[in-house]
Protein backbone atom coordinates (compact mmCIF):
# COMPACT_ATOMS: atom_id res chain seq x y z
CA UNK A 1 0.00 0.00 0.00
CA UNK A 2 1.25 2.95 -0.98
CA UNK A 3 1.52 5.48 1.85
CA UNK A 4 3.22 8.95 3.09
CA UNK A 5 3.89 9.65 6.68
CA UNK A 6 4.62 12.93 8.03
CA UNK A 7 5.94 13.65 11.52
CA UNK A 8 7.09 16.37 12.84
CA UNK A 9 4.42 19.03 13.98
CA UNK A 10 3.85 20.50 17.58
CA UNK A 11 3.06 23.90 19.19
CA UNK A 12 5.96 26.51 18.98
CA UNK A 13 5.77 30.18 20.08
CA UNK A 14 5.96 32.59 17.04
CA UNK A 15 9.65 33.41 16.13
CA UNK A 16 10.58 29.82 16.60
CA UNK A 17 11.11 26.84 14.35
CA UNK A 18 9.88 23.11 13.24
CA UNK A 19 11.48 20.43 11.07
CA UNK A 20 8.85 18.48 9.55
CA UNK A 21 9.33 14.94 8.11
CA UNK A 22 7.58 13.02 5.44
CA UNK A 23 8.49 9.52 4.36
CA UNK A 24 7.27 6.96 2.16
CA UNK A 25 6.08 3.91 2.61
CA UNK A 26 5.62 1.11 0.13
CA UNK A 27 7.13 2.77 -2.71
CA UNK A 28 10.35 5.39 -2.81
CA UNK A 29 10.62 8.74 -4.20
CA UNK A 30 12.36 7.70 -7.90
CA UNK A 31 12.18 10.99 -9.83
CA UNK A 32 9.19 12.11 -7.84
CA UNK A 33 8.35 15.43 -6.68
CA UNK A 34 7.23 16.08 -3.15
CA UNK A 35 5.12 18.63 -2.22
CA UNK A 36 4.01 19.98 1.40
CA UNK A 37 0.68 21.94 1.46
CA UNK A 38 -1.41 23.11 4.58
CA UNK A 39 -4.66 23.70 5.07
CA UNK A 40 -6.10 26.32 7.81
CA UNK A 41 -9.74 25.96 9.46
CA UNK A 42 -12.01 27.18 6.74
CA UNK A 43 -9.70 27.57 4.33
CA UNK A 44 -8.59 25.80 1.53
CA UNK A 45 -5.38 23.74 0.87
CA UNK A 46 -2.76 25.62 -0.49
CA UNK A 47 0.70 24.69 -1.50
CA UNK A 48 3.85 25.79 0.40
CA UNK A 49 6.20 24.20 -1.28
CA UNK A 50 7.80 21.51 -3.90
CA UNK A 51 10.90 19.77 -4.69
CA UNK A 52 11.67 17.12 -8.01
CA UNK A 53 13.78 14.00 -7.25
CA UNK A 54 14.07 14.01 -10.74
CA UNK A 55 16.57 17.74 -11.31
CA UNK A 56 16.27 19.04 -7.92
CA UNK A 57 14.03 22.16 -8.39
CA UNK A 58 12.17 23.72 -5.72
CA UNK A 59 9.07 26.21 -5.47
CA UNK A 60 7.84 28.36 -2.56
CA UNK A 61 4.97 30.17 -1.80
CA UNK A 62 5.22 34.06 -1.69
CA UNK A 63 3.87 33.75 1.96
CA UNK A 64 7.34 31.32 2.69
CA UNK A 65 10.07 32.50 0.83
CA UNK A 66 12.79 32.82 2.57
CA UNK A 67 11.61 31.11 6.11
CA UNK A 68 11.28 27.74 4.98
CA UNK A 69 13.28 25.22 3.22
CA UNK A 70 12.31 21.91 1.39
CA UNK A 71 15.16 18.99 0.78
CA UNK A 72 16.11 15.88 1.04
CA UNK A 73 17.95 13.82 3.15
CA UNK A 74 20.64 12.72 1.67
CA UNK A 75 19.89 8.85 0.53
CA UNK A 76 16.79 10.96 -0.58
CA UNK A 77 14.16 8.86 1.44
CA UNK A 78 12.98 11.51 3.42
CA UNK A 79 11.84 14.59 2.87
CA UNK A 80 12.30 17.68 5.33
CA UNK A 81 10.39 21.10 5.47
CA UNK A 82 12.54 23.50 7.91
CA UNK A 83 10.17 25.88 9.07
CA UNK A 84 11.69 29.02 10.58
CA UNK A 85 10.74 32.54 11.73
CA UNK A 86 7.11 30.99 12.21
CA UNK A 87 4.15 33.28 12.60
CA UNK A 88 0.42 32.78 13.89
CA UNK A 89 -0.54 32.56 10.40
CA UNK A 90 1.34 29.42 9.61
CA UNK A 91 -1.10 27.44 11.95
CA UNK A 92 -2.54 24.73 9.58
CA UNK A 93 -2.34 21.23 9.03
CA UNK A 94 0.76 20.41 7.44
CA UNK A 95 0.17 17.76 4.57
CA UNK A 96 2.70 16.18 2.00
CA UNK A 97 1.82 14.69 -1.14
CA UNK A 98 3.33 13.18 -4.35
CA UNK A 99 2.13 12.78 -7.92
CA UNK A 100 3.67 9.36 -8.22
CA UNK A 101 4.80 10.49 -11.55
CA UNK A 102 8.72 10.84 -12.63
CA UNK A 103 9.32 13.97 -14.19
CA UNK A 104 10.54 18.00 -13.27
CA UNK A 105 8.08 19.84 -11.07
CA UNK A 106 5.94 22.86 -13.26
CA UNK A 107 5.96 26.38 -12.00
CA UNK A 108 2.75 26.96 -12.81
CA UNK A 109 1.06 23.96 -11.71
CA UNK A 110 2.55 22.65 -8.97
CA UNK A 111 0.02 24.09 -5.79
CA UNK A 112 -2.72 22.69 -8.03
CA UNK A 113 -3.94 19.79 -5.40
CA UNK A 114 -5.35 17.50 -8.06
CA UNK A 115 -1.58 17.60 -9.61
CA UNK A 116 -1.06 14.61 -6.39
CA UNK A 117 -2.38 11.33 -5.89
CA UNK A 118 -1.21 10.58 -2.72
CA UNK A 119 -1.68 12.32 0.43
CA UNK A 120 -0.60 11.93 3.89
CA UNK A 121 -2.32 12.23 6.78
CA UNK A 122 -0.89 15.64 7.90
CA UNK A 123 0.59 17.03 10.79
CA UNK A 124 -0.51 19.81 13.16
CA UNK A 125 1.39 23.06 13.45
CA UNK A 126 0.50 25.54 16.13
CA UNK A 127 2.32 28.74 16.23
CA UNK A 128 1.36 31.13 19.18
CA UNK A 129 1.85 34.65 19.71
Known amino acids: EVQLVESGGGLVQAGGSLRLSCSPSGFSFDDYYIGWFRQAPGKEREGVSV????????YYADSVKGRFTISFDNAKTTVYLQMNSLKPEDTAVYYC??????????????????????WGQGTQVTVSS
Open 97 to 118: ATAGVAGTVVEDTWTDVDEYDY
Open 51 to 58: ISDFDGTT
